[in-house]
């Protein structure tokens, strides 16, 4: 039984509209990206203004290799209707849910590892970032909007 699908999902070009919580799980997934550029950011213009201050704690570097598929993704997703027509977009609405997935489960590893080699110190963290981990993968798998949207259908493609 296919998704339930409204004429108000789709846009006024007859695509199907990206679900806002498909939206904030990607940014989730590529949430080491982000924290790093913010602080470096945040770290050149500190220098900038002569201000000293000591590296914020920067994510892992295994956490931002695995968070740059989600931001590709995320940035393909976010572009989509100007790249409808193109390779990448079909790749996107073929492969996006099992990639989106796939880097899940290693950022689930990566905090799995983490917090065992932690221990007690910073784990209440990890098992807040593994909940919202953990909500994330179950939206993507699960969510009947998420498979339409990554099932393709829209009127160009």
């Not at 079909?90 to 290693?106: C, E, I, Q």
């Not at 939206?139 to 829209?154: D, E, L, N, T, V």
Request: glycine share 10%; net charge positive; hydrophobic share 50%.
């Amino acid at each position: 039984m296919g998704p339930k699908i409204d004429l108000a999902d789709f846009d006024h070009n007859g695509n199907l509209k990206t679900p806002p919580l498909l939206l904030l799980s990607i940014a989730y997934l590529c949430r080491y990206l982000l924290i790093f550029l913010v602080s470096g950011l945040s770290t050149f213009v500190a220098v900038r203004r002569g201000i000293g201050l000591d590296l914020p704690g920067l994510p892992p570097l295994e956490g931002l290799f695995s968070s740059i598929p989600a931001a590709l993704i995320f940035a393909l997703v976010v572009t989509r209707e100007r790249l409808l027509g193109g390779a990448l977009a079909k790749y996107v609405s073929r492969h996006g849910r099992p990639v989106l997935l796939l880097t899940a489960v290693v950022q689930a590893v990566l905090l799995f590892y983490r917090l065992i080699g932690e221990g007690q110190r910073d784990g209440l963290f990890e098992v807040i970032d593994l909940i919202l981990l953990g909500y994330a993968t179950v939206y993507i798998w699960k969510s009947r909007s998420a498979q339409a949207y990554f099932r393709g259908y829209c009127t160009h493609a």
